[in-house]
């Protein structure tokens, strides 16, 4: 045999050397969890010990499954409580694969564990949601409210019953029922938890319906409140302007008083220190004050009235 017919050979040997233990050999990490199966039916048990393993090669296969806790997201479902309402429930869990073998013969993969989870748990989350009023459902306790001056004028009645359940129990009671069930496909829950609730489009237009009128309710309230201070204030205006103008007019006539009582004191000094020619100041202011081009008078020459017009000059 030619040199390089026995290295063709070699190298032949070689590769069908390095497939037969690629084939024949896998590894189990830390976070991973084997089944091996051969032609499809698994085969022993599950191999969780991390390591290099050995299988028979294009006969036997390595099936995979992760060791870790996974996410389940469910879809939002619309339930009725057991007070009539109706609403949209979103839920999530996590979970993990506690036997690998029973999980692969089961479900055989993730997808499978999803559509049953799915199943599962939204139908765990219906029977409780139903058994339960709307809000055992949104509180987790019976911790009081805050009641602000605007709540007040609200109905709280019923967001403030007293609650027997809660939610967070009602998380339980859905975890605890599908656990029961999980576990015969090597499914274990963790944890189950509502991660939305919402009405449905009917109700929820009602709730804002209400909501709005309330919300006018105490803005009329408040109008209403604003008018009547707004009237008050006036009304006080009112009253403070007839008193100061009272007030004004008190003093005005006492100072005209005061004005008069000056001016006839000093009437009185003038008149006591020539009687006769205050007569006189007076009567011109007199004539002036009453006598107009217009002005027709029938007097006798003997009047007082013109007796410093005639002449005479006096008596």
Not at 73 to 86: A, L
């Amino acid at each position: 045999m030619s040199a390089r017919k026995r290295n063709f050979l070699l190298a032949g040997l070689a590769l069908i050397a390095v497939v037969l233990l690629t084939g024949s050999v896998y590894i189990v990490s830390e976070t991973n969890q084997v089944v091996v199966t051969q032609f499809g039916e698994p085969i022993g048990g599950a191999i969780t010990k991390p390591g290099v393993h050995f299988k028979t090669p294009f006969i036997q296969k390595a099936n995979y499954f992760e060791k870790r806790w996974l996410a389940w997201d469910g879809d939002p479902n619309q339930i009725p409580t057991k007070d009539k309402k109706y609403i949209w429930v979103d839920t999530y869990c996590r979970w993990r694969i506690s036997d690998p073998l029973v999980f692969f013969q089961r479900v055989n993969d993730e997808r499978g564990a999803h559509s049953r989870l799915d199943d599962i748990v939204d139908g765990e989350t219906r029977n409780t949601i139903a058994k339960f009023d709307l809000i055992e459902i949104v509180r987790s306790s019976n911790r009081p409210f805050e009641i602000s001056e605007d709540s007040a004028l609200q109905d709280f009645s019923e967001v403030t019953a007293k609650i027997e359940t809660g939610r967070e129990k009602l998380s339980n009671l859905v975890l605890e029922n599908a656990a029961k069930i999980t576990s015969q496909f090597g499914v274990e829950l963790k944890d189950v938890r509502v991660k939305r609730v919402n009405y449905v489009e009917e109700v929820q237009r009602k709730v804002f319906d209400r909501m709005i009128a309330e919300r006018k309710r105490i803005a009329a309230k408040y109008r209403s409140e604003g008018d009547g201070k707004s009237a008050e204030i006036r009304g006080q205006k009112e009253k403070e302007l007839k008193r100061i103008q009272s007030e004004a007019y008190s003093k005005a006539q006492e100072v005209k008083g005061k004005a008069d009582a000056e001016a006839t004191r000093i009437y009185a000094q003038a008149y006591n220190l020539d009687p006769e020619f205050y007569a006189f100041m007076k009567s011109l202011d007199t004539y002036r004050t009453s006598l107009t081009k217009e002005t027709w008078l029938l007097l006798g020459t003997d009047s007082e009235f013109l007796k410093y017009l005639n002449g005479s000059g006096s008596r």
